[in-house]
């Protein structure tokens, strides 16, 4: 079992950043692919940034050029730096490790989430 937590979400002003941080348990992080997601009330959660264990990194477009995600292997830490933000990134950012049980099997694991809330 892999635990995972976020930390950092919190109020920002438009225009603003903030950087979130993840933690996840376990040896093996250098082989975990990890992500970003994010939910807002009423809509389905959605991939805001990944890495993969390789360093291979994908954006939603809603994102790219503002946000930046990154990894510290030896910290067992994932990233996501958000700059620019807007009111529409405004929800709750979940942080996914995808693990490695064996060659063709992978299992998810998801922290509880942190709020962030652009606003004036």
């Known amino acids: 079992q892999v635990q995972v937590a976020e930390f950092g979400g919190g109020l920002v002003q438009p225009g603003g950043s903030l950087r979130l941080s993840c933690a996840a348990s376990?040896?093996?992080?250098?082989?975990?692919?990890m992500a970003w997601y994010r939910q807002v009330p009423d809509k389905q959660r959605e991939l805001v940034a990944s890495?993969?264990?390789?360093?291979?990194?994908v954006y939603a477009d809603s994102v790219k050029g503002r946000f930046a995600i990154s990894r510290d292997n030896a910290k067992n830490t994932l990233y996501l730096q958000m700059d620019s933000l807007k009111p529409e990134d405004t929800a709750v950012y979940y942080c996914?490790?995808?693990?490695?049980?064996?060659?063709?099997?992978?299992?998810?694991?998801w922290g509880q989430g942190t709020q962030v809330t652009v606003s004036s």
């Open positions: 996914k490790a995808n693990v490695p049980r064996s060659v063709l099997q992978w299992d998810d694991y």
């Open positions: 890495i993969h264990f390789g360093g291979n990194t």
């Open positions: 376990g040896s093996g992080f250098s082989n975990y692919n």
